[in-house]
């Protein structure tokens, strides 16, 4: 016959694997999602920059231009499409893009600062993050507030 005792602490074991095997997932699950978060959260914006320059290599510098919220029909006040074209345009140092990296992107208040090697230099640029309109820098790093 058995006794009640026989089964004590059968079910202890149980649940401490069933409180591991949580813990482990939970811990899984904010780790991944930690990475996941620090790794993507300027996605956008080095895909706007990688979009930019890869126009550049094309030669598309109106399609470059636009990126910037300008049109040849409308341009920007502070930043002509002739000046464009004397940045980043067929005689400018960067007419010859072989290669690129984007070494950087650092949250900016409303924006990201996405520093990038152009092979001959680096170059920072601003993504505005509600309508990813590229501009200049016009900081290295971001000012403390």
Known sequence: MASYLD????GHEQRAKRN??????????I???G??????????QKS???????????????????LWGCTESKPCKDYAY???????????????IASYSITRARACGSGV????DLGQREERFW?????????YSPWSVCPAR
């Open 48 to 66: 706007r920059i990688k979009e930019f320059v890869e126009l550049l290599q094309k030669h598309d510098y109106t399609s470059a231009y636009s």
């Open 35 to 44: 990475a996941l978060y620090f790794g993507l959260r300027n996605y956008r």
């Open 127 to 135: 993504v505005e993050g509600s309508d990813m309109v590229i501009g």
């Open 31 to 33: 780790i991944g999602g």
């Open 7 to 10: 089964q004590y602490g059968a």
């Open 82 to 96: 002739d000046r464009f074209l004397s940045d980043w345009g067929p005689k400018s140092q960067y007419s010859q």
């Open 20 to 29: 591991k095997l949580i813990l482990i997932v939970v811990l899984t699950v």
């Open 113 to 116: 600062i996405v520093s990038v």
